[in-house]
């Protein structure tokens, strides 16, 4: 007993002479950690290099998806066309009855088969006063009477409910997701079911009223127009199970109107087929008479839109549609600048990864031709950087941007499928390995515009995905090949019809851009707060912070050889950023193109790099 | 007896901060523990040729075949410092377990050890005051820890032999950080994102053997120990914040001979003077600023009455002792004091073993680090005697 207590005593003595003791910040040793070359003391060098040249300095057009968004966009306007997409289900025999209660003619707007279309005010009111947004929607249609729409239809009539769902989730992914043109949809080659499937073309014409669609002063327009063709086809043939596509698009290509429509809502301002005629389209029933785009997910309805250039905007930086901008930083041309500004750097390490300085700060600033960069209504725009540059060592990991050309001539429909990529295992998600192929097809129906179909070998029933791109286009693509990381893919059809370059990249960063507030320390959340990262039309220049893609540019010792290196500028949002409401996003998306002047044909910028030196291993 | 086990772990559960230049010091295997219980630390880090000692003792695993018992021995310990150099001064503290052993010794077939100890250890941690706006730190940790197995045997009542192996595991981990984000007046710094760790990790790998004779007599006994030079397998790292470097080697570092040759007096009977001289073989080969390392201590310990009957103070065993070492670090060198005490724990055997050691370490040279340190030391001692028959009650 006295034992145990002796050792009790002795335990408890030592916990609380050890609790009594206070660590914390101290200096002893310091000059022998420096001694050793474990420098503590090193200074920050703070550095802004000038007139810094960027190479490669392009944009490209990125797939963006507007699927189920709630504002669409149709009309034309700065040299980009919109068009609509609408899919609608029609399984329910009491609408095709109600086709027969009235019949209508062609320019009859009270037709058994109806259009409508709603156009709310979607820059709202701040009490009685109109907010500055909504102001700028009535200037878009203000002079303009009417806008003609090209409804193109394509049913799809099944006598049962067998394979129906395939039916539509084959159409859904080539009409609504790929956005590929009706008439160049093709079939799975594998099933004569799919073949013998029963559609019928149609074309109507509807004429939207404009004048006075966005006045402040009138309630919001709910418009209904007849679709007499359609209505015509779908009477021909009662079959039970029928999927409707619509592909709705300005007739005059040269107008300047950009209409902001309902899109992916239900009820009242969404678009639908009302069928019957003689009723209020806000009033009619869904069960019977209304027929909305279905869900194609719990949230998204199957309504979209998609823009198309006139014209290559390749230098410019794009919102609507999104065109993301693209330029290089050659690490050589880097370290020559940060050595002349230090009047030399330490002697470069063995092997792969440069381990001289660590940033913890990077900046881009990139000028703006204020003459030539084109933003409605001088919206301000909130810009990001994704730095395109894996920091592995290709021998250690694929995880690399690597080049890979191709010269594919265009082919027939029955392409010959050209292995791309090999995708490592490390790559995919299952640990498998597989490989992309690539056909490059020639379409019967339309010799204008060139088709790139991408499959894996594991799944050679269908398509992993596919692209549709006119010759002398530059496109982005976005794959997911049920891999962990997202497969981009650009092609690069300028140079010839049949040169294609494809670039496989992954572990792509998004720079962070949070600004914090120097009184609580925590990010700002208000717009009104973040302008020093905002691209405002007027001002000279644009900074995007970029520290982990100037990181890796620094520390890769391999980029320019066997590693790419690739930074992209692309707006955040569809939306603009208003001044005049403490820059309030707008709902409805904007349309801009910012262009960078170049001297020489080169587009020079500013960089603000902290750099701190790291000890040697 | 319970809770002198619950408190050294909970104790163990604390590591603090140490400091030695050989923690610092990426050559070499950083601080090195003696791989003595707190009796021979008591001893002036002495005694191993003393055979009244229980348990295995990895620096001379040969006596253990003089023991006849079947024992335990866990070990902590706690040091107490204060650091200084030309400018600063600081006060730190750590704990650790540095090791377990077992005893099986048999009657016929000589006896078996088996014991993890860690070797060395590197804990150091300095955080210099944040200056403009930036605040680093450097860190080392880690250590080469050992798992053995001895073999002894006794060929008769004077000279026993010893042989073992041991397995060398380590990982030793280097970390500097900084942190810039702290100007609210600068936002690039402010916003900035901030070095979390510059880190380079060693991981160690490999074996070593040793052999160990005692020779006892009735008034002296003596030792000798010898452990192998060995190549240890080193695999290197490096890791920077949100950057995957790539950057890794593998080597083989060379871990030098050691040995301790030990002398112990008897000159009466439960007093014994202790007398032990290390070497280990060092030098430039195997890092810059190494040099061999070699230290004495001397000791001596009156050991307590076995009468269970017998006042408690009697029973117990007194020690003192001290010594001087040259460490393998170029210009380092540690004298120390040291005193202690063997409690016994009940009338079976088991025992703590309790030893403060005050000592000064220092590195000369062009920067001066020095530190004064109070270092307490537990061992506890559980034994028994496995597979006889129990002793019945009449």
């Known amino acids: ?617 | 007896m319970k809770s002198a086990f619950i408190i050294p772990l909970a104790l163990a559960a604390r590591l603090w901060a140490d400091f030695s230049p050989l923690d610092v010091n990426a050559n070499g295997i950083g601080t090195l523990s003696a791989p003595l219980g707190a009796r021979e630390r008591a001893m002036g880090n002495s005694g191993l040729a003393s055979t009244p000692a229980t348990g295995v003792s990895q620096a001379n695993p040969s006596r253990l075949a003089f023991q006849d018992k079947h024992s335990f021995t866990g070990t902590l310990e706690t040091t107490l410092e204060y650091l200084h150099d030309d400018d600063f001064g600081n006060r730190r503290s750590d704990a650790f377990l540095p090791g377990l052993t077992l005893a099986f010794p048999t009657q016929k077939f000589g006896a078996l050890g088996l014991w993890y100890w860690q070797t060395a250890h590197r804990n150091f941690t300095l955080e210099p005051a944040a200056r403009n706006g930036v605040r680093q730190s450097f860190f080392a940790e880690g250590g080469l820890f050992e798992l053995g197995a001895a073999y002894s045997y006794a060929f008769n009542p004077y000279l026993a032999v010893g042989v073992d192996i041991r397995k060398l595991l380590g990982r030793e981990r280097f970390i500097k950080t900084a942190d810039f984000n702290r100007d609210p007046s600068d936002p690039a710094y402010y916003n900035s994102r901030s070095l979390a760790g510059d880190t380079l990790q060693r991981d160690l790998d490999g074996l070593r053997q040793g052999v160990s004779l005692t020779f006892r007599q009735k008034f002296w006994n003596a030792a000798i120990a010898v452990q192998t030079g060995s190549y240890l397998d080193l695999d290197e790292s490096r890791h920077i914040t949100g950057i995957t470097t790539g950057i890794t080697g593998s080597q083989e570092i060379y871990l030098p001979w050691q040995g301790t040759v030990a002398l112990a007096l008897k000159p009466k009977n439960n007093h014994t003077v202790t007398l032990d001289l290390n070497y280990a073989g060092w030098d430039e080969a195997q890092g810059e600023g190494l040099n061999p390392g070699m230290g004495i201590g001397i000791g001596y310990e009156k050991q307590g009455s076995k009468s269970p009957y017998d006042a408690f103070l009697k029973r117990c065993a007194w020690r003192a002792g001290g010594g001087y070492e040259s460490l393998y670090l170029e210009s380092s060198w540690q004298g120390y004091a040291t005193v202690g005490l063997g409690l016994p724990l009940g009338v079976r055997g088991h025992s703590l073993d309790i030893a403060l050691l005050g000592g000064h370490r220092e590195l000369g040279g062009n920067s001066f680090v020095a530190e004064e340190y109070l270092k307490l030391s537990l061992t506890v001692q559980g034994v028994g005697v496995w597979g006889q028959p129990a002793r019945r009650r009449k």
């Open chain 1, 1 to 617: 007993m006295v034992n145990q207590r002796i050792s009790t005593l002795i335990g408890f003595g030592l916990l609380v002479l050890g609790g009594c003791l206070s660590d914390g910040p101290n200096e002893t040793g310091t000059a022998f950690l420096k001694e050793k070359g474990i420098v503590l003391q090193d200074p920050v060098l703070d550095l802004v290099l000038e007139d810094f040249p960027l190479e490669a300095f392009r944009s490209t057009l990125e797939e963006t998806s507007h699927l189920g968004d709630t504002v669409a966009m149709l009309g034309h306007s700065q040299g980009v066309t919109a068009g609509m997409r609408l899919a609608f289900s029609l399984s329910n025999q009491v609408f095709l009855d109600s086709l027969d209660s009235a019949d209508a003619g062609e320019g009859d707007e009270d037709g058994a088969l109806r259009l409508v279309m709603g156009f709310p005010k979607w820059g709202g009111l701040d009490g009685d006063n109109p907010l500055p947004a909504q102001v700028y929607l009535e200037k878009t249609v203000a002079g303009h009477d009417s806008l003609q729409v090209l409804v193109r239809a394509l049913t799809l009539g099944d006598p049962s409910k067998d394979q129906y769902n395939r039916v539509v989730s084959h159409y859904q992914r080539a009409f609504l997701d790929k956005r590929l043109p009706l008439d160049l949809i093709t079939v799975p080659e594998d099933s004569s079911y799919w073949k013998a499937q029963e559609k019928t073309f149609t074309v109507d014409t509807i004429t939207l009223e404009v004048s006075g669609l966005y006045d402040r002063s009138r309630p919001d327009s709910i418009q209904a127009h007849a679709l007499p063709h359609l209505l015509d086809a779908l009477k021909a043939k009662r079959l039970g199970y029928r999927y409707i596509l619509l592909d709705l698009q300005p007739v005059a290509a040269d107008t300047d109107l950009m209409l902001r429509p309902a899109g992916g809502i239900g009820a009242y301002y969404g678009p639908a087929l009302l069928f019957g005629g003689g009723f209020d389209p806000a009033r009619a029933s869904t069960s019977k008479q209304r027929l909305e785009p279905y869900y194609v997910t719990a949230t998204a309805r199957s309504v979209t839109y998609f823009l198309e250039e006139d014209h290559e905007n390749d230098d410019a930086l794009g919102i609507s549609p999104r065109r993301n901008l693209k330029f290089r930083i050659h690490r050589d041309t880097l370290l020559q600048r940060i050595s002349r500004k230090l009047g030399g750097l330490p002697p470069s390490p063995q092997g792969e990864f440069d381990s001289r300085y660590f940033i913890p700060f990077g900046e881009i600033s990139l000028p703006l031709d204020t003459n030539l960069t084109r933003i409605e209504n001088d919206y301000a725009l909130d810009v990001a950087m994704v730095s395109n540059l894996d920091s592995t060592a290709p021998s250690s990991d694929p995880g690399v941007v690597t080049y890979h050309d191709l010269k594919l001539s265009p082919g027939p429909e029955s392409p010959q499928w050209e292995t791309l990529w090999v995708i490592d295992q490390a790559l995919s998600l299952r640990q498998k390995t597989d490989t992309l192929k690539v056909a490059y097809v020639l379409p019967e129906a339309d010799s204008s515009v060139r088709i790139l179909r991408f499959r894996r070998m594991a799944d050679t029933t269908r398509d992993l995905d596919s692209l549709i791109i006119r010759p002398g286009q530059s496109r982005e693509l976005s794959l997911n090949p049920g891999t962990r990381i997202s497969l981009r893919v650009k092609v690069d059809a300028r140079a010839e019809d049949y040169d294609l370059t494809f670039r496989l990249r992954s572990q792509s960063t998004v720079e962070a851009a949070g600004i914090r507030d120097p009184e609580t320390g925590y990010p700002y959340t208000d717009n009104e707060d973040l302008t020093s990262r905002f691209l405002i039309p007027g001002n000279p220049w644009v900074s995007v912070r970029s520290t982990e893609g100037l990181q890796r540019t620094l520390n890769r010792v391999n980029l320019g050889k066997d590693l790419q290196q690739e930074f992209s500028l692309q707006v955040s949002g569809r939306g603009g950023l208003d001044p005049d409401t403490n820059f309030i996003r707008t709902y409805y998306p904007i349309q801009g193109s910012v262009r960078f002047p170049a001297v020489d044909g080169t587009v020079r910028a500013k960089i603000h790099l902290l750099l701190f030196p790291l000890t040697q291993p």
